[in-house]
């Protein structure tokens, strides 16, 4: 199965959730404007769910368009090296729709959308030739029969958080404490840790980074960290 890329405009939608997408059947790519630090925790929790299939992209600088021209660059990418694949824009901004049609004439698969649909996506797809309607054929409705009591589907199981590694509910008090002056960047985060007493060690300060990630506490995005709302 061909790729499926939902790329995000959020410097002009900011979705709290990402509606009945499914893990394993998309790739998420979130692009946040340079000074967007803040994110829903609902589409953090979502984002964490696609695993190593979501990545969050900040840009550097606020020229104009600049966020569009890195996911038109994005979008350039991976058509390149991945064949076949589609891609969903989803923003309000319509300067997309010229890329949309010039990405149809070459066969890549593309569409924009305002929003992401509570209901599953609607994949694009490349022009293909009409097919005729075929002739209606009327039949006997068939004697009703008992209606047969359907097995109710298993509910799916939460997506496994990574264990708690030791002091974690220490480092949460301290980064609850800090309020607004929570590091922002990796580097930061370690400079913090190693303030602790006793200090973490390197491999410690990378396991805890991983819990608190999975855990909804931040999400590192590059070189960033972003906090939930």
């Known amino acids: 199965m061909a790729n499926q890329y939902l790329l995000v405009d ?3 939608v ?5 509606g009945a997408l499914q893990p394993g059947e998309w790739r998420i790519l979130v692009f946040l404007g340079q000074h967007q630090t803040r994110l829903e925790l609902g589409l953090v929790q979502a984002v964490q769910a696609f695993g190593s299939n979501a990545e969050y992209i900040q840009i550097v600088g606020n020229g104009k368009d600049a966020l569009d021209f890195h996911i ?8 390149a090296e991945q064949p076949g694949a589609r891609f969903v824009i989803v923003s309000k901004d319509t300067g997309f729709d010229p890329l949309v049609k010039h990405l149809e004439k070459l066969r890549i698969a593309c569409k924009r959308v305002a929003t992401i649909p509570g209901a599953a996506v609607k994949l694009p797809t490349t022009k293909a030739a009409p097919v005729a ?9 068939p ?4 209606a047969k009591q359907v097995a109710k589907p298993a509910k799916k199981a939460a997506a496994k958080k990574i264990a708690m590694p030791p002091r974690f509910e220490e480092v949460v ?9 929570k590091p922002r960047t990796v580097r930061t985060f370690r400079s913090s840790l190693g303030s602790f007493n006793p200090p973490f060690a390197e491999a ?11 855990h909804g506490v931040l999400t ?3 070189t960033k960290l972003v906090y939930p709302a």
Do not use: C, T, W
């Open 72 to 79: 038109a660059f994005y979008i350039g990418k991976l058509a």
């Open 143 to 146: 004697a009703k029969q008992p």
């Open 220 to 222: 590192v995005a590059g």
């Open 204 to 214: 410690q300060i990378d396991a805890m980074l991983q819990a608190l990630q999975s």
């Open 173 to 181: 008090e301290r980064l609850k404490g800090m309020k607004h002056a």
């Open 10 to 12: 959020f410097e002009n």
């Open 14 to 18: 900011q979705p709290d959730n990402l």
């Open 133 to 141: 309607k075929a002739a209606k054929v009327v039949a006997k409705a």
